[in-house]
């Protein structure tokens, strides 16, 4: 059975940093792109990061570039979100998924999501 379950998701003062995890089952997540997104209230998803099956290069939106960063450790078939400087506007449903990872539709399966609250 595949599956994909976050953890990490919590509360945290604006500038503080999260660790977001995914830990895969069910598959071997090393043979996919990887990719984070989010759901803020009242607004659509949106991709957070990505790396494509097919090369290492890491996407990221505009709104995290150099706050965020996606990796994995294909040891623990784990993918991971690094948060850090995080912002009120970060709060959000933040959601793990994998697939080709070549653009932002490109993922086939998803977690349920772990909720992150940016507040003083």
């Known amino acids: 059975q595949v599956q994909l379950v976050e953890s990490g998701g919590g509360l945290v003062q604006p500038g503080g940093s999260l660790r977001l995890s995914c830990a895969a089952s069910?598959?071997?997540?090393?043979?996919?792109?990887i990719g984070w997104f989010r759901q803020a209230p009242g607004k659509e998803r949106e991709g957070v990061a990505r790396i494509s099956v097919s090369d290492d290069n890491t996407v990221d939106a505009d709104s995290v570039k150099g706050r965020f960063t996606i990796s994995r450790d294909n040891t623990k078939n784990t993918m991971y979100l690094q948060m850090s400087h995080l912002l009120p506007e970060d709060t959000a449903v933040y959601y793990c998924?994998?697939?080709?990872?070549?653009?932002?539709?490109?993922?086939?399966?998803w977690g349920q999501g772990t909720a992150v609250t940016v507040s003083s």
């Open positions: 069910g598959f071997t997540l090393g043979s996919y792109g």
């Open positions: 998924a994998a697939g080709g990872g070549h653009n932002w539709s490109d993922f086939a399966s």
